[in-house]
């Protein structure tokens, strides 16, 4: 089994091709390719075509094509899933395609055909956490993600607050301020996630913010890389 290199991939206005486009797994990749903005052709009999592609393939969301594989079909594409797998001469004739094209290709399920394989994601706001087994076990993965984002876990209560951290990050750039993740994180205590949650966020922010010029690096230029060893942390 191969050691995946972790990544997330920009997709906007960029050619995804999905075959397959039943209500289950073809529905779900190209729902999900449409929603980070790829451009999506989707190859599909009339009869394996769910209501909700047909709709919008109806509404000129995506390209449909009325039929599976023929080779030539990846021309253009930057991406590719293969959601229906049915066929595995189909798979391996993508895949072969895939290669020689030098695409990036899914194929669900078929691990040694991919050349990447499709994680379990948790979204929110805008934080994308991706839990992956390196293919052995998308059940595991499914799991861990419902763990997650169970109320049990507290992880994910940082993402709540990330468009205030966001706007936080964007304050002390542009007042040049340059501060190491290490003097950030000091200031990302339980008990700031909790007022942040709790209480009016413009405040939050503003305690966030001079608590990082608190402690900001005296000695790097602005945006430059820090060398953390300026100024003292505080002490409890």
């Not at 991706?130 to 076990?137: D, N, Q």
């Amino acid at each position: 089994m191969p050691r995946y290199y972790g990544m997330y991939l920009d997709v906007k206005d960029r050619l995804g091709i999905v075959f397959g486009g039943d209500a289950h797994e073809g529905e779900r990749k190209v729902n999900y390719l449409l929603e980070c903005g790829a451009n999506v052709k989707l190859f599909s009999p009339d009869n394996e075509i769910s209501p909700g592609l047909r709709s919008k393939a109806d509404a000129s969301e995506i390209e449909w094509i009325d039929r599976k594989y023929q080779p030539g079909d990846l021309a253009g594409a930057w991406i590719v899933i293969v959601a229906d797998t049915s066929s595995m001469d189909t798979n391996e004739a993508i895949s072969k395609e895939a290669t020689e094209r030098n695409i990036l290709l899914n194929v669900m399920d078929v691990t040694p055909l991919c050349t990447w394989i499709a994680p379990a994601l948790i979204h929110r706001n805008d934080v994308t956490l991706a839990v992956s087994t390196a293919g052995s076990s998308p059940a595991l993965a499914r799991r861990l993600r419902e763990e997650i984002t169970s109320d049990s876990c507290q992880c994910m209560r940082w993402a709540n607050v990330g468009p205030i951290l966001t706007e936080a990050r964007k304050t002390v750039r542009s007042q040049n301020i340059v501060c190491c993740p290490e003097k950030w994180q000091w200031f990302m205590t339980p008990e700031w996630l909790d007022k942040a949650e709790k209480s009016d966020s413009e405040k939050a922010k503003s305690e966030l913010i001079e608590g990082i010029k608190s402690v900001a690096c005296k000695s790097c230029a602005p945006f430059g890389s820090c060398q953390r060893i300026e100024t003292p942390l505080p002490t409890h």
